[in-house]
């Protein structure tokens, strides 16, 4: 039967936009990477200490959590077209806003800057996400992973111009301005071809507000999800701690300029990047919980390698082993909650409530350990992730017991296969003739407690000699 479209985009269109969202996807990464690129010029012009720095991040995160209470039924209420229109000029002004906190030292509008800039992009997250997906559906392909590839790509990319900018000595001003102003322009020049249908469907828009903690409130009753979602919350934990922290760490632990703790923090993204290009072929290989494994043993092994390097030269090589750690936490984690069609939505709707939550809680705690111990060894706490990670890498399969291994599980099957056989062909366990003995002393008829052998006489006849009294 021929897959039909509805509606029916040409090939040409389908390809058009596929370039386009994957520019979009691209152009959120640079705008990610140009702000952490530049957290440690932040950290000195706002006079703030690594733990006071959270705190002003904190509102960031509050941002983001905000606008995921109400993107789901505005996508519905306006579609994504309008969104993504509107929320490239609210992330050019938020960004603007961001460069000129520093240039005037302000705390308070650096924070504001910050939940702005998060509100703006989680709008245009669920947009872009809904996009790819659209257009997924349309060349019927599973090119998912393609888009999150290209935003860690505009992640390298942003943080190779942060470090460049940063060893010119521009300023964070201009160079915050610089970025938005042209990566906003490239934005809209994108969106005709990103955007396929994009249009509102008000019929689809569910009165009241909740975000994903509306459509999952009936999932966190099951126990896979919420195994699924501490998975994702320690996923989101590695890979932004590195985001938030690794540079600054750099910067203070062995008295390196800013650039070159971005070309640092540019190494983890680039081995994250290329693990993610491959991802579908390490999983098919290895499977889901195997991966997730290896990629927890990696990330530990990173981090220790960062925390304790006496050396400069050993930096890139921790930076390497957790970037391919980090890669494929987060893919995993959302790819089991898809599992079943009928209740995909809502249980990745629940599941990414948890990255949300992790992005509140440890830059708090991270930051707040830099202010009592080295900043790198602070982030030792990736490794807690690590191990939980690792221990719960089982909730991932797609069927069987949450915490039971596939070759126990055959084991038992096997015997039960072989024990049912024995009965079928007349044959008596051991277990059953102690239980016959047991009864027959008790001056009992075993004529209920046993079962009756397959060629054992129906009626009147004897039974074998091994069940005679």
């Known amino acids: ?18 370039r386009g969202v994957l520019a979009l996807f691209w152009l959120m990464g640079v705008f990610m990477a140009t702000m952490v690129a530049r957290y440690p010029s932040i950290t000195e012009l706002l006079d703030v200490t690594s733990g006071e720095l959270a705190r002003l991040l904190l509102f960031g995160a509050l941002g983001a959590l905000c606008a995921l209470l109400v993107t789901g039924w505005s996508v ?6 309008a969104l993504l229109w509107w929320s490239s000029f609210a992330h050019l002004g938020a960004f603007v806003l961001l460069g000129a906190s520093t240039a005037l030292g302000s705390q308070v509008l650096f924070a504001a800057a910050s ?9 245009t ?20 992973p393609q888009f999150h590839a290209a935003f860690s790509v505009g992640m390298a990319m942003g943080l190779a111009l942060g470090a460049g900018a940063s060893h010119a000595g521009v300023a964070p001003v201009w160079h915050f301005a610089a970025v938005a102003v042209v990566l906003t322009a490239v934005r809209l020049a994108v969106l005709p071809a990103a955007v396929l249908d994009g249009a509102a469907r008000p019929d689809d828009a569910r009165p009241g507000f909740g975000g994903p903690f509306a459509a999952a409130r009936d999932e966190y009753r099951e126990r896979r999800v919420i195994l699924l979602g501490l ?10 701690a590195a985001a938030q922290w690794a540079a600054l760490a750099v910067v203070e632990a062995f008295d390196q300029p800013e650039a070159v703790g971005d070309l640092l923090y540019w190494v983890f993204v680039v081995a994250m990047v290329s693990v993610r290009w ?94 009592v111990i080295e900043l790198r060894k602070a982030l030792l706490v990736v490794v807690a992730g690590a191990v939980m990670s690792f ?38 366990s051991t277990a059953e003739r102690d239980a016959a003995a047991a009864i027959l002393a008790e001056g009992v008829e075993p004529t209920q407690a046993l079962p009756e052998p397959a060629d054992a006489p129906t009626a009147g006849g004897d039974r074998p000699d091994t069940l005679r009294a």
């Open 391 to 428: 221990v719960l890498a089982r909730a991932v399969r797609r069927e069987g017991p949450l915490f039971r291994s596939h070759r126990v599980l055959a084991r038992r099957e096997a015997e039960e296969e072989a024990r049912a056989t024995g009965r079928a062909a007349g044959h008596v």
């Open 231 to 240: 998975i994702v919350f320690s996923a989101s934990t590695i890979e932004g």
């Open 278 to 371: 491959a991802g579908a072929l390490v999983i098919g290989r290895l499977g889901r919980v195997v991966s997730l494994r290896v990629s927890a043993v990696l990330v530990t092994a990173g981090v220790t390698i960062f925390a304790f390097a006496p050396a400069l030269w050993l930096v890139p090589v921790g930076m390497i082993l957790w970037g391919l750690g980090a890669a494929l936490g987060v893919p995993i984690g959302f790819s089991a909650a898809s599992d079943e069609p009928s209740r995909a939505a809502a249980r990745v709707a629940a599941v990414s409530s948890f990255s949300t939550i992790a992005g509140l809680v440890m830059p708090q705690v991270i930051g707040h350990l830099g202010d």
């Open 115 to 123: 939940f702005l800039v998060s509100v703006a992009f989680a709008f």
């Open 76 to 81: 519905a209420r306006f579609g994504t077209r």
């Open 125 to 144: 997250n669920v947009c872009m996400n809904a996009e790819a997906a659209e257009v997924e559906r349309a060349m019927d392909r599973a090119v998912l």
């Open 1 to 18: 039967m021929t897959h039909v479209i509805e509606p029916p985009y040409s090939a040409p269109r389908i390809a058009a936009a596929r």
